[in-house]
């Protein structure tokens, strides 16, 4: 943290340093965009940078403060956020040639929910097309770079997110995860990520990908700014009828909770099998620690994840190809080669595939909860690599794409194919300095749980306030 450089501070930091006027809005929005000029050549983390619109949209919020009108929590605090949420009269790419000139009609009700709180507009991220791909390349606006070593990834599809909150580029982003494209950026670059139970935040407004598994959630630099983000956004909308009704926890007071009396368990296997040593090492790492400052960590025997992750993959190949139809048929020459591919390849899947997954699907919840009944939560890891890089893993839509896809992948799938929250938090390095996440898996709707360990997890460690150096 740096008391003279306010793009150091985090979310809550600088909400609180401009609430009780430390710093103006202008201070944080301007020393954002400076950061941004420097970095952005190197990291191709953002679609669109507006400095003008936010500098006059900060000195707003700074003569509103002045004159006793706080917004909100955020009031005055510049973010950027994934180039998928709609936002009524700016161009929303989706990352695609496709929707490259698209201007959005309307608001997604979690960017809107973040407006109403203060925030002030940056520009917009990256991502990969259409949120299908788990890299962070892109054919039409090229890779997002990992700002802890630019040869390697940031992982998608919520690439510019991971790479522009590693950076200190945005306070914090919205990511969507439909098969760990939160978790995987917050592994790869070394921040946090929660995705959310499927229903908990409103998908009104944000690009469809897979529309029973989308989830829409935050990557932040600590449990606690995620929390402060989730407690804004989440609850009912009737904008979008597949979202929970039940009553907002207060998921700030819940990173307040100490490892006391929390149960943890750690799989007997599928996620504790062909990991790279220093991933390895850095979960052994960790349960250790999470032991000394209090947790009881048991291991438990999950059902068969293999059949949990070729299920989400399933199901999420047709749900895309459902919602890409039309555009595959009129214009299959504007979309990457690897997203086309793997949205052709769906079509093959007979309908009777997908609905025998469909079904399965509570069944398999059902079996997980009782297997993991005796623990309040489940610690693994993201993936089996830290970032591999950009070169070795732009495969394209050569044969070895789906080997790369379902490496990188198959840790996170069963949690989406489930339905639950997970949060990834930065855990570790390797010796070259790369970041290496863990994911907590919580019970459905057990997010304050999640954010409670994360955040006693970072009270007792630094790893999520490193900041990458980049000349």
């Known amino acids: 943290m740096s008391a003279s450089d306010p793009a150091l501070l985090s979310l809550s930091e600088i909400a609180t340093a401009i609430a009780q006027k430390k710093f103006s809005s202008r201070e944080a929005t301007f020393a954002c965009l400076n950061r941004i000029a420097a970095l952005q050549p190197k990291l191709n983390a953002f679609i669109a940078i507006e400095p003008e619109d936010a500098?006059?949209?900060?000195?707003?919020?700074?003569?509103?403060?002045?004159?006793?009108?706080?917004?909100?929590?955020?009031?005055?605090?510049?973010?950027?956020?994934?180039?998928?949420?709609?936002?009524?009269?700016?161009?929303?790419?989706?990352?695609?040639?496709?929707?490259?000139?698209?201007?959005?009609?309307?608001?997604?009700?979690?960017?809107?929910?973040?407006?109403?709180?203060?925030?002030?507009?940056?520009?917009?991220l990256q991502m990969s097309e259409f949120a299908y791909g788990p890299t962070g390349h892109n054919a039409h606006f090229g890779a997002v770079h990992n700002p802890w070593d630019l040869d390697h990834i940031t992982g998608g599809s919520s690439s510019g997110s991971g790479s522009a909150v590693a950076a200190r580029l945005t306070y914090a982003a919205l990511g969507s995860d439909t098969g760990g494209s939160i978790r995987m950026p917050a592994h790869f670059c070394g921040v946090t990520g929660l995705k959310?139970?499927?229903?908990?935040?409103?998908?009104?407004?944000?690009?469809?990908?897979?529309?029973?598994?989308?989830?829409?959630?935050p990557l932040a630099r600590s449990a606690e700014d995620c929390a402060l983000l989730l407690g804004l956004m989440a609850g009912a909308d009737p904008a979008d009828p597949t979202c929970s009704t039940r009553a907002v926890p207060d998921y700030l007071a819940a990173t307040k909770g100490s490892l006391q009396g929390v149960r943890i368990g750690i799989p007997s296997a599928f996620y504790v099998d062909d990991l790279d040593p220093e991933v390895a090492r850095v979960l052994d790492d960790t349960r250790s620690a999470l032991q000394r400052e209090g947790a009881d960590i048991v291991k438990v025997e999950l059902p068969d994840q293999?059949?949990?992750?070729?299920?989400?993959?399933?199901?999420?190949?047709?749900?895309?190809?459902?919602?890409?139809?039309?555009?595959?048929?009129?214009?299959?020459?504007?979309?990457?080669?690897?997203?086309?591919?793997?949205?052709?390849?769906?079509?093959?899947?007979?309908?009777?595939?997908?609905?025998?997954?469909?079904?399965?699907?509570?069944?398999?919840?059902?079996?997980?909860?009782?297997?993991s009944a005796g623990v309040d939560a489940v610690l693994a890891p993201v993936a089996p690599v830290a970032a591999p890089t950009i070169a070795e893993s732009d495969v394209g839509n050569s044969l070895d794409a789906?080997?790369?896809?379902?490496?990188?992948?198959?840790?996170?799938?069963?949690?989406?194919?489930?339905?639950?929250?997970?949060?990834?938090?930065?855990?570790?390095?390797?010796?070259?300095?790369?970041?290496?996440?863990?994911?907590?898996?919580?019970?459905?709707?057990?997010?304050?749980?999640?954010?409670?360990?994360?955040?006693?997890?970072?009270?007792?460690?630094?790893?999520?306030?490193?900041?990458?150096?980049?000349?």
Not at 198 to 203: E, Q
């Open 306 to 371: 293999r059949q949990l992750s070729a299920a989400c993959q399933l199901v999420l190949a047709v749900e895309a190809a459902g919602f890409h139809t039309s555009w595959m048929i009129e214009r299959p020459q504007d979309y990457g080669p690897q997203v086309l591919m793997r949205l052709q390849n769906a079509l093959a899947i007979p309908a009777v595939t997908y609905l025998e997954a469909m079904r399965w699907r509570g069944p398999a919840l059902a079996a997980h909860l009782a297997a």
């Open 402 to 471: 789906e080997a790369v896809i379902q490496r990188l992948t198959r840790f996170t799938r069963p949690i989406n194919y489930l339905g639950l929250p997970a949060l990834a938090l930065p855990c570790g390095f390797t010796p070259a300095g790369l970041p290496v996440g863990l994911q907590v898996i919580g019970k459905p709707f057990d997010e304050a749980m999640l954010l409670r360990i994360g955040a006693a997890w970072q009270r007792a460690t630094d790893f999520h306030s490193k900041t990458p150096e980049l000349a």
């Open 55 to 124: 500098l006059a949209a900060a000195d707003a919020a700074d003569v509103a403060l002045a004159h006793g009108d706080n917004k909100g929590a955020l009031h005055g605090v510049p973010l950027a956020h994934k180039d998928m949420y709609y936002d009524q009269g700016f161009v929303v790419t989706c990352g695609s040639k496709i929707r490259r000139d698209f201007v959005a009609t309307t608001t997604s009700t979690a960017l809107q929910r973040l407006k109403n709180a203060g925030t002030v507009r940056l520009g917009s």
């Open 196 to 217: 959310t139970t499927v229903g908990l935040v409103s998908r009104a407004g944000a690009m469809p990908l897979s529309q029973s598994l989308d989830t829409v959630g």
